[in-house]
C-alpha cells in the first residue's frame, strides 16, 4: 500500500508544479572574448615544400627567419576561437518562477587570428665574398584561421523571481557540447618578384610559385565543456522579458580530420600534383612504426592521408549577452475564497 501512495503524492507534487510551469523562447546575442588569461597555443598550417614529413597543423607563430645574420624572431600566437560574435536560441522550461532548464542552441562566428612570416634566402654568388647573394627575400607569408559552428548547450537555470518582482537576477550553469562547424586555415604567401625568374630558385625544392594560396578545412571531434553565466532580466509585462548578462565558457576542442581545399600557385590548381599524403591528414593521440607517417614508418603509403598528433583548439571565452525571452502559458494562481452564499432570508 505504501508504493502506490508515494506514487500519488509524486504525481500530485508534478501535477502542482505543471500547473505553473512555463516554456520559454530565448533569442540572445553578444560578443565574448578569450577570458581572464590568454596563452592557449592556436594552430596552423605549416608549409614546407621540402620536407612533406612536417605538412600538417603546427603551433602559429610570428616568424623573421634571416638565414646570414641579424635578428630572427619567433613570437608564438596564443588565442581562442571563443572569441567573436555568438547568437543564441534557448529553448526553456520553467517549473516554477524559481527554478527551470535551458537548452540553448548557439552559433559562433570566431574572431579571425593571423600572423606573419618572413623568410629570407640566399642564392649561391661566387662573386660574393660570403658566397652567397644576400638580397632580397625567400618570401612573406600570412596565415590566419577563424572557426563558425554550433553547440548545444543544455543547462540549469535559477531564477531569485519573487512575485510582483519585474527586476530580477538569475544564474545558468551548463554543458557546452559543439555538434557542427569547422576552422578554416588560410595561407598567403608571395616571392620577391626579383628572385621569381632564378634557376636557382624554380628548381629549388622551396619553389611554390610566385602567388601562392592554401585553403585548410579542419574538422573537430565530439567535446565537452563547461558554460554559465550571470544576469539581470527585466519583466514588464507576464509574456515578455529583457536581459543583459556575463557568461562564461571552458571548452577544448580535439581535431579530427583536415583537408587542404585549395592549393593555387599562380593561378594553377597544385592540389593534384601533391597527391593524397600532402593534401589530407588524419589525427591520432600517438605515433608508431606502422603509423602512415614518413618520420616514422619509411614505409608509409603516399596514396593515403597522412597520420599525424591531434592538435587541440581552445574555445574558452568571456563575454556578454543581451536578449528577450518569450514566456508561453500563464501561471496558475490560486484562487481566493469566495464568500458563502445565503441558504436562508434574515428573517
Not at 602567388?211 to 567535446?223: D, F, N, P, Y
Not at 522579458?241 to 556575463?246: D, I, T
Request: aromatic letters at 12%.
Amino acid at each position: 500500500m505504501k508504493k502506490p501512495l508515494l506514487f500519488v503524492l509524486l504525481l500530485t507534487a508534478f501535477s502542482v508544479a505543471t500547473l505553473k510551469a512555463q516554456f520559454t523562447i530565448r533569442l540572445a546575442t553578444g560578443y565574448a572574448w578569450p577570458g581572464f588569461t590568454n596563452t592557449e597555443s592556436v594552430t596552423g598550417p605549416k608549409i614546407d615544400a621540402k620536407t612533406p614529413a612536417e605538412d600538417g597543423l603546427v603551433p602559429m607563430a610570428n616568424i623573421v627567419d634571416k638565414v646570414m645574420g641579424g635578428d630572427s624572431i619567433y613570437q608564438p600566437v596564443h588565442g581562442s576561437y571563443g572569441k567573436g560574435v555568438n547568437v543564441t536560441l534557448g529553448l526553456g522550461y520553467m517549473i516554477n518562477r524559481y527554478f527551470g532548464f535551458d537548452l540553448g542552441i548557439s552559433f559562433l562566428k570566431s574572431a579571425s587570428i593571423s600572423c606573419n612570416q618572413y623568410k629570407e634566402l640566399y642564392l649561391e654568388d661566387p662573386v660574393s665574398p660570403t658566397g652567397f647573394d644576400a638580397t632580397g627575400s625567400y618570401l612573406n607569408c600570412k596565415i590566419s584561421t577563424n572557426v563558425f559552428g554550433i553547440s548545444l548547450m543544455p543547462s540549469i537555470v535559477v531564477a531569485a523571481a519573487k512575485p510582483g518582482w519585474k527586476v530580477y537576477p538569475y544564474a545558468r550553469l551548463g554543458l557546452s557540447m559543439p555538434v557542427f562547424g569547422k576552422s578554416l586555415q588560410n595561407v598567403d604567401i608571395t616571392l620577391d618578384s626579383a628572385f621569381a625568374n632564378s634557376p636557382a630558385i624554380s628548381k629549388s625544392p622551396y619553389f611554390l610559385g610566385v602567388h601562392t594560396k592554401v585553403t585548410l578545412e579542419t574538422q573537430g571531434s565530439a567535446s565537452l565543456g563547461f558554460n554559465g553565466a550571470l544576469g539581470v532580466s527585466y519583466r514588464p509585462i507576464p509574456l515578455i522579458s529583457v536581459f543583459a548578462e556575463v557568461n562564461g565558457q571552458y571548452l577544448t576542442v580535439k581535431a579530427k580530420s583536415s583537408k587542404i581545399t585549395q592549393w593555387e600557385s599562380d593561378g594553377t590548381d597544385k592540389i593534384p600534383d601533391r597527391g593524397v599524403y600532402r593534401t589530407q591528414f588524419n589525427y591520432v593521440d600517438q605515433l608508431t612504426s606502422s603509423s602512415n607517417n614518413a618520420a616514422y614508418n619509411a614505409n608509409y603509403d603516399a596514396t593515403k592521408p597522412k597520420e599525424d598528433i591531434r592538435p587541440t583548439a581552445a574555445f574558452s571565452n568571456l563575454g556578454f549577452n543581451v536578449g528577450i525571452t518569450f514566456y508561453i502559458g500563464k501561471e496558475k494562481k490560486k484562487k481566493k475564497d469566495e464568500p458563502a452564499t445565503k441558504t436562508e432570508e434574515t428573517k
